[in-house]
């Protein structure tokens, strides 16, 4: 019950919450239902995994679905292709994020390249 206050705590402050790696380790779909959040961040193995078969394209794009229809959000984590940009955004995630655009940098060194005006 405390988990669950923090989580109202933290989201009457204006604090969106996250469930990060779903897809690898512990995570499952009653994760989901039993953990409130807002982002659902989908692992970077089942990006990769996405298109080495329609079976894992479709059943990936069902999560999405499926998160959408609990009105969570989904970031897609580890993207690192164009086909992999391409079908993740296809199947309608709302955030993604990897080396696609861009490799992990240190905060000086991404302000020193917001300041340059260069385009992330």
């Known amino acids: 019950m405390k988990v669950r206050e923090f989580i109202d705590g933290c989201r009457s402050l204006g604090i969106r919450v996250a469930i990060d790696d779903f897809g690898d380790g512990y995570s ?3 994760f989901l239902l039993k953990h409130s ?3 659902v961040k989908l692992d970077k193995s089942l990006i ?4 080495s078969s329609d079976d894992n394209e479709n059943f990936i794009n069902s999560i999405i679905y499926a998160c959408h229809r609990f009105g969570k959000k ?4 580890g993207v690192e292709t164009d086909d992999e ?7 309608g995630a709302d955030m993604i994020q ?5 490799k992990p940098l240190e905060l000086p060194v991404f302000y020193d390249l917001l300041s340059e005006g ?3």
Do not use: H
């Open 28 to 30: 499952s779909l009653a």
């Open 37 to 39: 959040s807002d982002i």
């Open 48 to 51: 990769g995994e996405m298109l």
């Open 74 to 77: 989904i970031c897609a984590e």
């Open 85 to 91: 940009y391409k079908a993740i955004k296809i199947a």
């Open 98 to 102: 990897g080396y696609y655009f861009y």
């Open 118 to 120: 260069m385009k992330i």
